[in-house]
């Protein structure tokens, strides 16, 4: 939880908020009009290198004599008898003035050091309050990079944003790497939200800064929704892009992906809703939505609410409480659903549907005597990463379109029975399965083409996992397995990765045998010979490609791996 100091911190050297008066922007930046004294107006030709008749000669629009002031006041001859006045002094009341030719001759020649705390008497924050971009580069550049510390640019900034100088805020976040989203301000441990880039922007009402710092990773914080209510709708409205399909239907793409917003107003965007055709709030804070998101909106082809903190969504028990009838794609995965949406289960257009790094016990929470006709078009389903024990064949089999599922790292202990559908990828690994259904290769025969159950407890391998005519890649490593089908099992002749590592191949109940391969060496000067008792079949001479029979306990290579006329990469080690 973030904590953040709404009220003023008095300490001089720090920026202070909008709700003190400004009454010049010499006040505004500290408790001295910026380091210069009032002299009253200047009517002779002032030649004594002071404090106050430089100011003077600037406030009288003498630059030539300011300059000339400032060469003698650090000329060791020319302010002879006069007291020498601090370098980083007159720095500043150049900065103010825009003086880059003094600016320059104190920073080359008298050598004067750029100050590193980020303070009103810094000249580099002068120069960002008083949107002297050109001044702001030659401080800058003048402080070693190594020295440059982020929150002398972070205060920098934050300044720039409160005064609208948006050529000095690009200057600092592109070429300076300030950072759009950090506070300037703090007091004592907490941060002061008016230090934050957006909230000063936002003070400032400034819509052209807001879209640069949320385009260069700026958040809204709840104070910015609260203090700024119409002009965080304004800057989100800003964000909608509005187009015209063929037919001349309005369609509206809403992507409020990682503003961190923590909840989403139904007016920042009720007047278009029933033409949102893609709605991105990824990467938010959101705890809960409207009713209307996203059952509500008609026209919805996308949604993507990832990255969040959503428990549930809103509640939809039937079909008449869901009329986004178009929605094709949805992700929900890295939030705290325990369950998938009942509302999804009315969706029949939806093809890819992800739900994954969830904490998901069971796939939909819903009465057995629910009515649905949704899912039939769905093609991938991601449910990976979650605490699934088990996968419901009442909700499975009737994904009759359905060609990629991911169920790894989850507790599943069984695989469901194989149904009719075009699957070509099965990602099952990091579970518990024991065993494989035996009619794998009976439904998905001429269909699988990528099949993983690597890091499960399987102990052996029946012999229609090697049926599968299309299969391409097969891991089924860090498992138990002892033993492979015979070779006139094999099917697979277009298996171009098998991934055996980390089994038991070559186990027997004899004592222990040593693991280092006997292969390549001379087979008379070993008695008795070893026979391995894993083949592989000629089906796969001209496929495989990649095989991996790392860390087993192989006495020898199996002579067939020779065979094998396309094989590029072969792991043996341990």
């Not at 911190?9 to 008066?21: L, Y």
């Not at 006041?73 to 825009?98: F, H, K, N």
């Given at each position: 939880?973030?904590?953040?100091?709404?009220?003023?911190h008095r300490?001089s050297?720090?920026i202070?908020?909008?709700?003190?008066?400004?009454?010049?922007p010499?006040?505004?930046?500290?408790?001295?009009?910026?380091?210069?004294?009032d002299?009253g107006?200047c009517?002779t030709?002032?030649?004594h290198?002071?404090?106050?008749?430089?100011q003077?000669?600037?406030e009288?629009?003498?630059?030539?004599?300011?300059?000339e002031?400032i060469?003698?006041a650090?000329c060791?001859v020319?302010?002879?008898?006069?007291?020498?006045?601090?370098g980083?002094?007159?720095?500043?009341v150049?900065?103010?003035?825009?003086?880059?030719?003094?600016?320059c001759?104190l920073?080359?020649?008298?050598?004067?050091p750029?100050?590193?705390?980020?303070?009103?008497?810094?000249?580099a924050?002068?120069?960002?309050?008083?949107g002297?971009?050109?001044l702001?580069?030659?401080?800058?550049?003048?402080?070693?990079?190594?020295?440059?510390?982020?929150?002398?640019l972070?205060?920098?900034l934050?300044?720039?944003c409160?005064?609208g100088?948006?050529?000095?805020?690009?200057?600092?976040?592109?070429?300076?790497?300030?950072?759009?989203?950090?506070?300037?301000?703090?007091?004592d441990?907490?941060?002061?939200?008016?230090?934050?880039?957006l909230?000063?922007?936002s003070?400032a009402?400034?819509?052209?800064?807001?879209?640069?710092?949320?385009?260069n990773?700026?958040?809204?914080?709840?104070?910015t929704?609260m203090?700024?209510?119409?002009?965080s709708k304004?800057i989100?409205?800003?964000?909608?892009q509005e187009?015209?399909e063929?037919e001349?239907d309005?369609?509206?793409?809403?992507?409020?992906r990682?503003?961190?917003l923590?909840w989403?107003?139904?007016?920042?965007?009720?007047?278009?809703?029933?033409?949102?055709?893609?709605l991105d709030?990824?990467?938010?804070c959101?705890s809960?939505?409207?009713s209307?998101?996203?059952?509500?909106?008609?026209s919805?082809r996308?949604?993507d609410?990832?990255?969040n903190e959503l428990?549930?969504?809103?509640?939809a028990?039937n079909?008449?409480e869901?009329?986004?009838?178009?929605?094709?794609?949805?992700n929900?995965s890295e939030?705290q659903?325990?369950?998938?949406p009942?509302?999804?289960?009315?969706?029949?257009?939806?093809?890819?549907?992800?739900?994954?790094k969830?904490q998901?016990?069971v796939?939909?929470?819903?009465?057995?005597?629910?009515?649905w006709?949704?899912?039939r078009?769905?093609?991938e389903?991601?449910?990976s990463?979650?605490?699934?024990?088990?996968l419901?064949?009442?909700?499975?089999?009737c994904?009759?379109?359905?060609?990629?599922?991911n169920?790894?790292?989850?507790?599943l202990?069984t695989?469901?029975?194989?149904?009719?559908?075009p699957?070509k990828?099965c990602k099952?690994s990091?579970?518990?399965i024991e065993?494989l259904?035996n009619?794998?290769?009976?439904?998905?025969?001429?269909?699988l083409?990528?099949?993983?159950?690597?890091?499960?407890?399987?102990?052996?391998?029946?012999?229609?996992?090697?049926?599968?005519?299309?299969v391409?890649?097969?891991?089924?490593?860090?498992?138990?397995?002892?033993?492979?089908?015979?070779?006139?099992?094999w099917?697979?002749?277009?298996?171009?990765t098998?991934?055996?590592?980390?089994n038991?191949l070559g186990?027997?109940?004899?004592?222990p045998?040593?693991r280092?391969?006997?292969?390549?060496?001379?087979?008379n000067?070993?008695?008795?010979?070893?026979v391995c008792?894993?083949?592989?079949p000629d089906?796969l001479r001209d496929?495989?490609e990649?095989l991996?029979?790392?860390?087993?306990q192989l006495?020898?290579v199996?002579q067939s791996?020779?065979g094998?006329h396309n094989?590029n990469?072969l792991?043996l080690s341990?």
């Amino acid at each position: 939880m973030s904590y953040w100091s709404v009220g003023l911190h008095r300490d001089s050297g720090d920026i202070p908020s909008n709700m003190e008066q400004k009454s010049s922007p010499g006040e505004d930046m500290g408790a001295k009009v910026s380091l210069v004294e009032d002299t009253g107006p200047c009517s002779t030709l002032l030649t004594h290198p002071t404090f106050k008749n430089i100011q003077a000669a600037y406030e009288d629009g003498e630059e030539d004599v300011a300059r000339e002031l400032i060469q003698q006041a650090c000329c060791v001859v020319c302010s002879a008898g006069t007291p020498r006045i601090d370098g980083v002094r007159l720095l500043c009341v150049a900065t103010q003035y825009g003086d880059r030719q003094s600016v320059c001759y104190l920073l080359k020649e008298a050598c004067i050091p750029v100050p590193l705390e980020p303070s009103n008497s810094n000249p580099a924050v002068l120069a960002a309050h008083y949107g002297h971009t050109d001044l702001v580069k030659e401080l800058l550049d003048h402080v070693p990079g190594p020295c440059l510390r982020k929150d002398l640019l972070n205060s920098m900034l934050a300044t720039s944003c409160k005064e609208g100088h948006l050529d000095v805020v690009r200057l600092l976040v592109q070429s300076y790497d300030a950072d759009a989203k950090d506070c300037a301000i703090h007091s004592d441990e907490f941060a002061v939200i008016t230090g934050l880039p957006l909230y000063a922007a936002s003070q400032a009402n400034n819509e052209e800064i807001a879209l640069f710092l949320l385009q260069n990773g700026a958040e809204f914080s709840s104070y910015t929704l609260m203090d700024h209510p119409a002009f965080s709708k304004r800057i989100l409205r800003l964000k909608l892009q509005e187009t015209y399909e063929a037919e001349g239907d309005k369609v509206v793409s809403v992507c409020w992906r990682g503003l961190q917003l923590p909840w989403l107003e139904l007016d920042w965007f009720m007047d278009v809703s029933a033409h949102i055709t893609q709605l991105d709030l990824s990467s938010n804070c959101l705890s809960s939505l409207p009713s209307v998101v996203p059952w509500g909106l008609i026209s919805l082809r996308t949604l993507d609410l990832s990255n969040n903190e959503l428990q549930e969504l809103p509640l939809a028990n039937n079909s008449q409480e869901v009329i986004c009838s178009s929605l094709q794609q949805v992700n929900l995965s890295e939030n705290q659903l325990s369950s998938l949406p009942p509302g999804l289960l009315h969706l029949t257009r939806i093809q890819k549907l992800s739900a994954a790094k969830n904490q998901l016990t069971v796939l939909f929470d819903l009465p057995k005597t629910t009515n649905w006709i949704g899912l039939r078009k769905l093609e991938e389903l991601d449910v990976s990463e979650n605490c699934l024990t088990s996968l419901s064949t009442a909700v499975m089999h009737c994904l009759k379109s359905l060609r990629l599922l991911n169920v790894s790292r989850n507790k599943l202990s069984t695989f469901p029975d194989p149904w009719a559908c075009p699957l070509k990828q099965c990602k099952a690994s990091s579970n518990l399965i024991e065993n494989l259904p035996n009619t794998i290769s009976i439904f998905w025969r001429n269909h699988l083409e990528e099949v993983d159950f690597s890091d499960n407890s399987l102990k052996e391998l029946p012999s229609y996992i090697f049926e599968l005519e299309a299969v391409v890649s097969l891991r089924l490593c860090e498992n138990y397995i002892t033993t492979l089908p015979a070779p006139n099992k094999w099917k697979c002749s277009k298996l171009k990765t098998l991934d055996l590592s980390q089994n038991h191949l070559g186990k027997t109940e004899d004592s222990p045998k040593s693991r280092r391969l006997a292969f390549l060496t001379t087979w008379n000067r070993r008695d008795p010979d070893p026979v391995c008792a894993i083949e592989f079949p000629d089906v796969l001479r001209d496929s495989l490609e990649l095989l991996y029979l790392n860390d087993n306990q192989l006495e020898c290579v199996p002579q067939s791996v020779c065979g094998l006329h396309n094989l590029n990469e072969l792991y043996l080690s341990k």
